[in-house]
């Protein structure tokens, strides 16, 4: 699997992307990112490899805790991905206020 599979993989789940929504505040320990979901904590640090494994997150150890920190760059291959989607719904979007615009008159 390439490198942009395993970002699109991770972010298949909804967790996942919960997990980066909140990493989005800065760097988080683990006990932290739990608070925020009704699982166990084995089941969030899976999640937490599968992002560490995608390049999304890094992991740093200060004594008996982990944070876990965002790391986007990966999400850019994802958004050159969607680029030509985007331009796509703006050209319909576009078309649709014109037609809209051609209604009012």
Do not use: C, I, N
């Not at 999640?47 to 997150?57: F, I, S």
């Not at 850019?76 to 649709?96: I, N, Q, S």
Request: charged share 35%; hydrophobic share 40%.
């Amino acid at each position: 699997m390439g490198r942009t599979d395993e970002v699109f993989a991770a972010l298949a789940s909804p967790v996942r992307r919960d997990v980066l929504r909140l990493l989005l505040d800065g760097p988080q320990p683990v006990q932290r990112l739990a608070e925020h979901f009704d699982m166990r904590r084995p089941s969030l640090s899976e999640h937490l490899k599968v992002l560490r494994e995608a390049g999304l997150v890094s992991e740093r150890r200060q004594g008996r805790f982990r944070y876990y920190s965002l790391e986007a760059e990966p999400l850019r291959d994802v958004a050159d991905w969607l680029t030509p989607y985007e331009r796509f719904w703006r050209a319909k979007l576009a078309g649709l206020r014109d037609l809209l615009d051609e209604e009012e008159l």
